[in-house]
Structure formats: C-alpha cells, structure tokens
C-alpha cells in the first residue's frame, strides 16, 4: 500500500504547533480610534482579539513582546481550540515564558520550551519540569480563587465544568497519573503512525524526506531547514536535539490526545499521538527572523538551520517578554510611573498584568454571536488553516465593523499539491466574503497569510447564493473532497501499536477503525455541507 500524495493524512487530527511565523497581532489590526482614545483619557485602549486554532500561542507570545514597539494598550486575547490537551499546553507553555527569572534562566527556559513544544521525546530534567508544573495546574484547575491569585492573566471562566473536569483530568496524566513509559509509548506510536503515513514507502522514508524539504518545504520558502534535523524529526520526532542523542528518551505526554474509535460496533477511548508527522515545528519562529544576519547564505546555502533560527529566536522573545512591566528608556519605575486623575486616585502603571488570555468552550464558533458581550466586539480574527471550515457569517457578526481577519493559509502543509493550495485559498476567500469580510486594501502580498477587513456596511447575507448555499462549482471548490480526507484504510492503524486504551485497559487485539465523522477538517473547507451548518470539528460520534 502506497499513501497518495496529496490525501493530507500527515497533517493529522490535532494540531500541536503552528504551520505559519509567529505574528505581532498589533500589527495586524486596525490602530486606535482617536475618538475613543479621546473619551477614556485616563484609560489605555483595549484590543480584543479571537483566535480559532492558534494551537502554540506563538502570536500571543510575541505580540506581547514587542508591544514596547506601540502605543501601550491592555490586550485581551480569547482563544478557542477544538481540544482541551491544546488549552492545556497553551497553559504550559505561557505558565514557562512568564516563569520568574529568578526560578529559571532565560537559557533554560527557552530550551525546556523548545523541548516540550516540538519534540516527541524529553531529557529527565525537563521531563520532572513538566511532571510538576502540571501537578501544580492541577490542583488550581478547580480552584478559580487560587487560579486568579496565582495566574492572573488567565481566565478559564467561559468553560464549562466537565471541560475542566476533562482539563485537571489531562494535567494529572501529565504528571504521572498513570506511571511508566508504557502509559504513553512515544516511540511505537510515531513509527506506527509514520508505517502507515508512508505504506510501502517506509523503507524509502530518507528518500520520501528528502524529497518532501527540498521539492515542497524549500520550494515554499522554508530553505533554512536542513536535511539533517528534518530527516531527524521524521524518524524520531526529535526536532530540537539540543544535548546528546541519548538524553531524550522519556515520553513527551503533553502530545498525548484522546478519540473515540469504532471496534465491532462500539465506542473504545484510545490514546495516541495523532498529530503532524509531515512538516514539523520548523517554521512557527525557525524560518523568519529580524536579525537578517541569521538568514544569510554562503554559497547558496544557509549558514544557520531552522533549529538555530528557533533556540535565538525563542530565547529574544523569552528575554521581551521578561522585560514587560519593567521601566522604558527614560521613564522612571514603574510605581513612580503611576499616573493621578482629577480626583487624586492614583493608577498604577499596567506590568505583566495588561493582558487576559480566556480560553472559550469546545464548538462555541457557531454560538458566540448569541451572547451580547462577543458581538461586534474583536477588533480581530485570527483563523488557522485547520479551521476555517467554522469561518461563517455568524462567526463574521462577533467582528467590529472595520475589524480585520487574518487567515493562515496551508502553504507549508506538504501533503497538498499547487492546485490544492490554490483551491485552498480560493475557498477561503469565498468563506471570507460570504462571512461579511472583503480583502484588506494595500495588505502586502502573502502566500502565508489571508488578510481582510469588515466594512461598516457590510452585509454577510448579501452574497453569492453558491456561496450561501455551499454549492459551489467544481472550479470553484479546487481539488476534490477526497484530496484532503485519505481513504478510510490509510488512517487505520495495522494493529493496536498506534493507539492506547485509556483508563489502563488493554488495547484491543485487532484494528480500530476510525468513523467517517472523524476526519480532518481541512476537507471540510473544500466540501462545505449545505445551507449553513458547520460540522463540529473533531465529531467522533
């Protein structure tokens, strides 16, 4: 049996790391309306933003270390994800950049965070670091007085009570629940997943490699990869080997995702690894940098790899990030910065504490614009690839007027062909209209990135009626359904080497298969059902 190229099924059913740069969200959204600067003269302007799938908090993170380059505003970032291990690690993840200096280095922390955001395997060390951060979230999980003490900046309020039964439920796996390697056997689950990603390519999986960095991923503008780490991360899920080989041999749980399967007609919950085994973590902070001395070339070749480009970048955005709150050149601290109203109330000076990142139930896309406090309030909308299928209008009426949307694109996704890409975004931008958005006037071109606006007067229903009704021509749609969706045969695991039982149970003794409801979304974005229902993303049902 030979994978297809083209059938999407490296892309996976959970997303652990972007496939586009990190982005400074305020430099993609609309600048400070004077008129309501002018009418909170003793307040800093807010930003608003909703993020569908941005999976790492990559943009989160370096929006808010360069925020020293604009115009001081309090940030309010709501996120929804189509899988609370995702919430989880966006937890992790902002739990280690704001960790305090004086606890753990900025070298030790930008390297725990390369670890456990893009390798499959961990060293000891920074094994026991997840192990306790996670039994530490925890017990704060249920605890909202002990989480808004300890975690100010985040807000996990709009969830509702079994998600965070489900979310303490995945930090207590994190830390050990379950003991023993074989609880979550990393290295079996990603070669059987990879057997079957590549059929009866396997024994050619250097080859398949090679052609896919240099023909797609090169191609595509990612030339700083190099063949070594690629070849490296496709064999072993080790992108970032920053000690000796040896040292990453423990399980990296927090990759760890649960699905419903079908066996002889009954629901079994499996734990496995089902996310991305084709492109890799390389390109959220490895392909761009603003030190262009690192992407320099010496005979037509990159004299630093995407690996380097990430640890330097990483470790910036990790020393940015530090330094919010602290004094700007030539002001003084930041409690003789403090400012007096006409009634001689002093406001403190906003720190670490000027953003909110709230996290918003599972599927809630479709619903948020019923609740007054969302609609017409986000001053913009981010949407990744794996999710554009939930861009609607009713998605579109949460947008202010004359808010922006940015799309990420499937540019790096090196499973799709030209003409997929191009469909792709064709479809996106029939989504967008049909949303209430119109492309972005003077936007630089970007074949990452989909930018768009929502004019005052813009009416989501006034728009094409194939568009409306989701029949679109053939031409329209780009490459067919099953371009993206793989064949029923090429998700199923051969045996229950690709997935674990939970709970402690034994795997069962022959093949899963996987409903049809449970394939990726990126088809959907192609084949759109009828009318306006979206289907919920991930339906194991």
Not at 348 to 376: D, M, R, W
């Amino acid at each position: 049996m030979t994978t297809p190229a083209g059938s999407g099924a490296g892309f996976g059913s959970v997303s652990w790391w972007g496939l586009s740069p990190a982005l400074d969200l305020q430099a993609d959204s609309p600048p400070v309306d004077p008129d309501s600067e002018a009418n909170t003269e003793h307040e800093i302007p807010e930003l608003d933003v909703l993020l569908l799938g941005s999976v790492d908090g990559r943009h989160l993170l370096r929006t808010l270390a360069r925020a020293a380059l604009w115009p001081r505003r309090r940030f309010r970032f709501y996120v929804l994800e189509n899988n609370l291990e995702a919430v989880a690690r966006h937890m992790l993840i902002f739990s280690l950049a704001l960790e305090d200096p004086e606890k753990m280095g900025l070298q030790e922390r930008s390297e725990t965070f390369l670890e456990v955001w893009g390798n499959a395997l961990l060293r000891p060390a920074v094994a026991t670091f997840v192990c306790a951060q996670a039994d530490r979230l925890a017990h704060l999980v249920p605890e909202p007085d002990r989480l808004a003490e300890q975690l100010p900046w985040l807000s996990l309020g709009a969830l509702k009570f079994r998600e965070r039964d489900a979310l303490e439920a995945i930090f207590r796996f994190w830390a050990g629940g379950e003991k023993g390697p074989e609880a979550f056997p990393m290295s079996r689950l990603w070669d059987s997943r990879l057997r079957h990603y590549l059929g009866s390519r396997y024994d050619a999986r250097r080859g398949v490699s090679d052609w896919d960095l240099h023909m797609k991923l090169h191609d595509r503008g990612a030339r700083v990869i190099h063949t070594r780490e690629f070849r490296r991360w496709r064999d072993t899920g080790v992108a970032f080997e920053l000690r000796d080989s040896s040292a990453y041999h423990v399980p990296n749980r927090t990759l760890a995702s649960g699905r419903l399967l079908s066996h002889r007609g009954e629901r079994v919950a499996a734990r496995g690894y089902w996310g991305d085994i084709a492109t890799g973590p390389f390109v959220a902070f490895g392909i761009e940098a603003d030190d262009e001395s690192l992407l320099r070339t010496s005979n037509g070749q990159p004299v630093k790899s995407a690996g380097e480009i990430t640890q330097h970048n990483v470790t910036e955005l990790f020393r940015e990030v530090a330094a919010r709150g602290r004094p700007r050149a030539g002001q003084g601290a930041p409690e003789e910065e403090a400012r007096c109203d006409g009634g001689g109330t002093r406001e403190p000076a906003p720190g670490p504490e000027s953003f909110t990142v709230h996290f918003l139930p599972l599927g809630s896309a479709q619903t948020l614009h019923h609740k007054s406090c969302y609609k017409g309030r986000f001053q913009l909308l981010y949407v990744s690839c794996g999710m554009v299928h939930l861009l609607s209008p009713e998605l579109g009426a949460c947008v202010a007027p004359r808010g922006h949307l940015i799309v990420e694109l499937a540019r790096y996704l090196v499973d799709l062909r030209q003409e997929q890409l191009r469909g792709f975004s064709t479809r996106v931008e029939e989504l967008a209209q049909a949303a209430g958005f119109a492309p972005q006037p003077g936007a630089r071109s970007s074949e990452t990135f989909a930018r768009f606006y929502k004019s005052e007067d813009s009416v989501p229903g006034c728009i094409d009626p194939a568009v409306e009704s989701g029949t679109l021509t053939p031409k329209a749609l780009g490459p067919p359904p099953e371009a993206l969706a793989p064949p029923l045969q090429t998700m199923i695991p051969p045996s229950e080497d690709l997935t674990q039982a939970l709970e402690g149970q034994t795997p069962p003794s022959e093949p899963l298969k996987l409903p049809s409801e449970s394939q990726v979304s990126l088809s959907q974005v192609l084949a759109p059902p009828t009318g306006r229902q979206t289907p919920k993303p991930e339906s194991l049902i």
